[in-house]
């Protein structure tokens, strides 16, 4: 018995999503094995049902069965803040960073520019992220209500614990932090993917960062003013780049994040 118990090497990817008047209000994504979906799923409900944005009417939890031969194991980015002084020398410092990692100026103030007025049609946040053409600024995403929701990417329990040990230090450890850098660190390693920026739809959490295979994970304590519920995420794409196979990786590779990266004490933003 024990030796069977030992060899269940199951795992399963969990995927919440939630909704209130009809808007996206909270989503999450896991990757778990059988002795730990009970108590994940549940945590997940707990947190659509006290959102700072109020309770969710609708709750979509999906579980499925991975072949865990197909996870890629991987170490998260590095990670940098920049202080700055407030959300509008934070988004001047966000694009020059952008422009560095390769995005035209002018997709860089596309994105933000609908990042601001709610990225979905009606002036909402989106549940998923924008594509644009890192380039031209246009958007390739098929669903603009949606977007692309990038799933099937976590840490393991070790890298966990060192990552949080990492980020207290830094004064750091909370979820919107760990969440983005496990999401942003499964986004970079997409070639197709050029930069991606987001800043949050929380209207309590205002801190933002632009991540790129070539700058890791850099934040900024101000994206977006306090209260402001518009946040939202945009991944830059090279020109040219297959969308198809880029949506079954962001969508569907399971990505389990087993190292740390470099986490770096701020230092300030010098125009
Ligand atoms: N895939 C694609 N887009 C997503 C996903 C996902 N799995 N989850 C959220 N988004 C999009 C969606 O449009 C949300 O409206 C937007 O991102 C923001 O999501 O270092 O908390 O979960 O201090 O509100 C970043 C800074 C915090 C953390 C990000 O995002 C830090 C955050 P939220
Ligand atoms: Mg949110």
């Not at 108590?39 to 309770?55: C, D, E, I």
């Not at 609708?58 to 890629?72: Q, Y």
């Not at 509008?88 to 390769?102: F, H, I, P, S, Y």
């Not at 297959?242 to 740390?260: G, M, N, R």
Request: hydrophobic share 45%.
């Amino acid at each position: 018995m024990l030796v069977l118990l030992a060899m269940d090497k199951s795992l399963y990817s969990l995927r919440m999503r939630a909704s209130r008047s009809g808007g996206h209000l909270s989503g999450a994504e896991r990757l778990a094995p059988t002795c730990d979906l009970e108590r994940l799923a549940a945590a997940m409900v707990n947190r659509a049902l006290n959102h700072s944005r109020g309770r969710a009417e609708n709750i979509h939890l999906t579980i499925e069965s991975l072949d865990a031969a197909t996870v890629r194991y991987a170490q998260l980015p590095d990670l940098l803040t920049f202080s700055v002084d407030d959300w509008r020398q934070g988004r001047t410092a966000a694009g020059k960073l952008l422009v560095e990692a390769g995005v035209s100026l002018m997709a860089a103030e596309r994105a933000m520019a609908w990042m601001a007025e709610g990225c979905a049609p009606d002036g909402r946040s989106m549940r998923g992220a924008m594509l644009i053409d890192a380039l031209t600024g246009q958007r390739l995403e098929e669903d603009p209500f949606r977007g692309v929701r990038v799933g099937r990417m976590d840490l393991t329990a070790e890298a966990e614990e060192s990552l949080r040990a990492g980020l207290r230090r830094l004064e750091l450890d909370n979820l919107h932090v760990r969440e983005a850098l496990v999401l942003a660190g499964k986004v970079a390693l997409a070639p197709e993917v050029m930069a991606e920026l987001c800043w949050s739809d929380d209207p309590d959490y205002n801190a933002g960062y632009v991540a790129a295979a070539s700058l890791g994970y850099v934040r900024f304590p101000h994206l977006k003013p306090m209260g402001e519920e518009r946040g939202g995420r945009a991944f830059f794409i090279a020109p040219g780049a297959d969308i198809p196979s880029l949506l079954t990786f962001l969508e569907k590779a399971p990505v389990l994040f087993e190292q740390v990266g470099v986490l770096r004490d701020p230092v300030p933003w010098k125009g």
